[in-house]
């Protein structure tokens, strides 16, 4: 199954766009393979979010910092400080689909995956429920 394209989200500022790219970061990173269709919907995703004003430069940058912060911090702290930045459910909703369509880009969402997904909506308190109705829509079949 081929992921959805995903939605437009330029009216979000740049600490929500920050925050969702940085959940999309670590749902890429769930399994421990960042392979080429992942890749290439991370991208996507991120012109997509940045109305494509995003340079590879602040890209790279942007990842640096995710990557720092998650080093030092680990992934609990880090989704906080993500659930700081989405104040609205719509946002964390946003972020959320985002992430499970990530996941699913390469054809197959892994366990590990599965538990990230599950790790991220109790963060952003996204009901199970419906977390799990988001993950059946976008798993592939």
């Known amino acids: 199954m081929k992921p959805t394209r995903p939605p437009s989200l330029h009216a979000f500022e740049a600490p929500k766009l920050d925050a969702i790219i940085e959940v999309m970061f670590l749902a890429a990173f769930a399994d421990g393979d960042f392979g080429e269709e992942e890749r290439a919907f991370f991208l996507t995703s991120i012109e997509s979010l940045t109305d494509r004003s995003a340079s ?5 940058a942007l990842i640096e910092g995710i990557e720092a912060r998650l080093a030092v911090e680990g992934r609990a702290a880090r989704l906080a400080a993500v659930k700081a930045q989405l104040t609205d459910q ?6 959320l689909g985002l992430a499970i369509q990530l996941t699913a880009a390469d054809g197959i ?4 995956e599965r538990e990230l997904i599950l790790e991220v909506a109790e963060a952003l308190e996204i009901d199970s429920d419906t977390a799990a109705d988001m993950v059946s829509k976008a798993a592939p079949s």
């Not at 719509?90 to 972020?95: E, I, P, Q």
């Not at 969402?109 to 590990?112: A, G, K, L, V, W």
């Open 90 to 95: 719509g946002a964390r909703k946003a972020a």
């Open 109 to 112: 969402i892994r366990t590990s």
């Open 56 to 60: 590879r430069t602040t890209l790279g």
